[in-house]
T-cell receptor, first 116, second 116 residues
Framework: AQKITQTQPGMFVQEKEAVTLDCTYD???????LFWYKQPSSGEMIFLIY??????QNATEGRYSLNFQKARKSANLVISASQLGDSAMYFC?????????????FGRGTSLIVHP | EAQVTQNPRYLITVTGKKLTVTCSQN?????MSWYRQDPGLGLRQIYY???????DKGDVPEGYKVSRKEKRNFPLILESPSPNQTSLYFC???????????????FGSGTRLTVV
């Protein structure tokens, strides 16, 4: 069975500092994708970054990077130079080929608050 | 603009009164899915569809129906809503997932449903 674990219910960071949001996953599939989504208080789900299991380099998208450690089964999101607008819920998700349906699994989320 | 459109954004209804939440995507995505989001539980999949006329149950399908008669539309039907279906609902879509390429979801803006 697939599982995503986000152990930090809430995180606080000072504006302009970097922050790491933790995500560990469990799957027996060799082919999978890992995603991070941002959910601001307005409620919409915003795709941030994607990492494939066969990708050798860590994914980066602007201020977001994914620290992918395959042997440890972790996919931490790093936000550099935090901004007030980064305050939101962040969800880690995984998609595998299990059963051929590619059903995504989501973590329970981490609430990030950026202080001025 | 490529998007997933959900309607309505907000809905208050009474127990037992049938309702439909519409979802439409303009990206020619094969895969569509419905989620509910509840505090502390993250996102849980209700139903998904891998293509036209192909639907399957997710983790929490009880009390819901779906149909996929056209590729772009995937309505969620609550035949007899109950208060425990009060939640934030998301429709999402993606391209078909191939091994080696794992496509993230595009989410709709969400529907906040209250059943009294």
């Amino acid at each position: 069975a697939q599982k995503i674990t986000q152990t930090q219910p809430g995180m606080f960071v000072q504006e302009k500092e970097a922050v790491t949001l933790d995500c560990t996953y469990d799957t027996s599939d060799q082919s999978y994708g890992l995603f991070w989504y941002k959910q601001p208080s307005s409620g919409e789900m915003i795709f941030l970054i994607y990492q494939g299991s066969y990708d050798e380099q860590n994914a980066t998208e602007g201020r977001y990077s994914l620290n992918f450690q395959k042997a440890r089964k972790s996919a931490n999101l790093v936000i550099s130079a935090s901004q007030l607008g980064d305050s939101a819920m962040y969800f880690c998700a995984m998609r595998t080929a299990s059963g051929g349906s590619y059903i995504p699994t989501f973590g329970r989320g981490t609430s990030l608050i950026v202080h001025p | 603009e490529a998007q997933v459109t959900q309607n309505p954004r907000y809905l208050i209804t009474v127990t037992g009164k049938k309702l439909t939440v519409t979802c439409s995507q303009n990206m020619n995505h094969e895969y569509m899915s419905w989620y509910r989001q509840d505090p502390g539980l993250g996102l849980r999949q209700i139903y998904y569809s891998m293509n036209v006329e192909v639907t399957d149950k997710g983790d929490v399908p009880e009390g819901y129906k779906v149909s996929r008669k056209e590729k772009r539309n995937f309505p969620l039907i609550l035949e007899s809503p109950s208060p425990n279906q009060t939640s934030l609902y998301f429709c999402a879509s993606s391209l078909r997932v191939d091994r080696g390429h794992n496509y993230g979801y595009t989410f709709g803006s969400g529907t906040r449903l209250t059943v009294v």
